[in-house]
């Protein structure tokens, strides 16, 4: 049955309140319940482990500069008109009157055994029963955990001793943010504490790839324990790219690594780590690097192929969306996690200005809907001057066949990349839930962009969530574009390939816009094989039928994200974690999601 959601906003004082929540839903015959309805009162009622109430009254955020508008004096692109697409499952037939994302009033919960991170999203009403996967996978997370000097610091890549270790021992930055999330969900910080800590000492190391400095700034990809016997001593050893595949330095690190720092405050309510001199240097120096000004003439940040998820040459090079929106995330995370004192404030001005020219660029140039690809279809070339539509000189030829069948009447999404004569016209799911997360979509274009999955199911789903990428470069395209790369033919790991550890991203852009029943579903998918098939790293095949070629088992961000997207599902407000609000003066109506179901 639907589930309805109320909300009612008041002021009081310059203080927003949130009030009453009313709830109507179906328990299932499994509960042996018929339909109820629940009455939220304003406070939050936790129930301790000791049989005790503890009520929490709603407040304002710890930051509270996250409730105001940073990015609502940013230009706009030209209105995109959106019409609501039915869930494909067919099972509700609501939908937006406006085409806008479900924003809903903030709602913040005191510390407590029971946290919530508190985004604008209520508090879980509904009783889930805990599939026999979600112990078996904390079992599995907690055999991945990596101690030093007695403490835990994070999560290995994978445990598996079928095959050679290569660099899958040792705790990578973007592979530990689902591990993070789910241990602070868990109501586990300390780790999380631990790991920010020791990546931030790697930090200030000096950093040399064949005898060239890096840039001060660089967070390492990965570090690893290293333990002599005969000193009874551990060290950490990073690997600043010297290693990696293409010897690329990450870009995203540094990003992930201040949104997990803000991840961490916002749940804990405790910003004394934040606060601390380290870590606003920390912070400071990645804003440094990619600050900076250059020759380039574009807000968007240039990044060479290898520095992020898709560490291997894939086409990429340019403006890749994925950086993009961890940029974009990671500067809004850092304006609210600075410190107002002189050498925070130095980076205000210059953090509020790159968000103005980063939003209009990518929602004006990266965007691509049916309209915008009729647009760009009739483009006129060589034009010069201010008054160019076609600013970056795109070929119309150059667009692919493909592009005009996997594009739905009703939806759109950020392309892969624009630069000069350049669009790359794939769909590359990190970076597009990313935007929904981060804001940098409008209401509208996350509405667009839950559309355009749920019409294109079969090629960005299939059998196994999720595709990283979407289509695959096959045959002489592959050969010029990945090198000949054997790791990356066609449909295979990055190249096309299915990533159980997307689930956790999918599954918060769902509850942020509103259509928690998509994420549902793709997790019933998973919840079929993942565990049957030991956790696998990544699945190929153009529907993720089969387990990648070279695909490592017990993969910690495959169990990691699982867990994350269930407990994210059971208890929606985590997604304040993770998420940040679009501006309030500007939020619209809240309207029930047409995948609302619950």
């Keep these: 049955m639907p589930l309805y959601n109320t909300y009612h906003r008041k002021e009081n004082r310059g203080l927003l309140e949130t009030c009453l929540f009313s709830y109507s839903f179906c328990f299932s015959a499994a509960h042996g319940a018929s339909e109820a309805s629940f009455q939220f009162p304003l406070s939050v009622t936790n129930m301790s482990q000791n049989g005790s109430k503890t009520s929490f009254e709603t407040s304002g955020s710890i930051f509270e500069i996250e409730d105001f508008d940073i990015l609502g004096s940013l230009d706009r692109p030209r209105p995109i008109h959106v019409e609501k697409n039915r869930s494909f499952d067919g099972r509700s037939n609501g939908g937006y009157a406006d085409n806008s994302a479900p924003i809903v009033d903030h709602l913040e919960y005191g510390s407590s055994p029971c946290r919530r991170s508190g985004f604008n999203t209520p508090r879980s009403s509904c009783h889930f029963e805990s599939h026999p996967m979600v112990a078996e996978a904390w079992e599995a997370l907690r055999r991945s955990l990596v101690y030093f000097r007695g403490q835990p610091v994070g999560t290995i890549a994978a445990v598996d001793h079928s095959v050679e270790e290569l660099n899958y021992d040792q705790v990578f930055v973007r592979d530990f943010v689902p591990s993070a999330l789910a241990f602070l969900m868990n109501g586990e910080d300390e780790i999380v504490k631990n790991f920010l800590l020791k990546t931030l000492h790697l930090q200030s190391r000096e950093k040399m790839i064949d005898q060239f400095k890096l840039g001060e700034g ?70 440094s690097l990619c600050l900076s000004e250059g020759f380039d003439t574009f807000p968007t940040l240039l990044c060479a192929d290898g520095c992020s998820m898709i560490d291997r040459r894939m086409g990429v090079y340019g403006y890749p969306i994925e950086i993009q929106a961890l940029f974009f995330m990671a500067l809004r995370c850092a304006l609210v996690l600075l410190k107002q004192d002189e050498a925070g404030k130095e980076f205000v001005d210059r953090i509020v200005n790159r968000l103005h020219a980063l939003s209009y660029h990518m929602r004006s140039y990266f965007w691509l809907d049916l309209k915008q690809l009729n647009d760009i279809y009739r483009y006129k070339t060589e034009e010069y001057s201010h008054t160019a539509v076609n600013k970056f000189n795109v070929m119309p030829d150059s667009l692919p066949d493909w592009v005009f069948d996997f594009m739905p009447s ?10 000069p004569a350049k669009m790359d016209f794939r769909w590359f799911c990190l970076g597009n839930c990313m935007a929904i997360l981060s804001s940098l979509a409008t209401p509208e274009q996350s509405v667009a962009i839950m559309d355009l999955i749920e019409s294109r199911w079969e090629e960005l789903v299939g059998e196994m969530p999720l595709k990283i990428a979407y289509p695959a470069f096959e045959r002489h395209e592959w050969r010029i574009i990945t090198g000949c790369d054997p790791k990356n033919t066609r449909w295979s790991y990055h190249n096309g390939g299915s990533w159980p550890v997307l689930l956790w991203l999918l599954t918060a852009a769902c509850i942020k816009t509103g259509r928690p029943q998509i994420a549902r579903n793709a997790i019933e998918l998973a919840e079929i094989r993942l565990s049957k098939d030991h956790w696998a790293e990544y699945y190929d095949g153009k529907l993720g039928r089969y387990v990648g070629k070279q695909a490592r088992k017990f993969q910690t961000w495959s169990i990691a994200g699982y867990l994350v997207a269930k407990m994210m599902l059971e208890d929606p407000s985590h997604l304040g974690m993770i998420s940040l609000g679009e501006d309030k003066q500007m939020k619209p ?3 029930r999601s047409a995948s609302c179901t619950f």
């Design 410 to 419: 009703r939806g759109g999404y950020f392309i892969g990349n624009v630069s």
């Design 218 to 287: 660089v967070m390492p990809a990965s570090f690893k324990v290293i333990h002599d016997p005969e000193r009874n001593y551990e060290t950490l050893t990073a690997d600043f790219g010297e290693s990696a595949i293409g010897r690329v330095a990450p870009v995203d690190s540094g990003f992930w690594w201040i949104i997990l720092l803000r991840a961490y405050t916002k749940h804990t309510g405790d910003s004394s780590l934040a606060d601390m001199p380290e870590c606003q240097k920390g912070m400071r120096l990645i804003l």
């Design 589 to 591: 109506l809240i309207k």
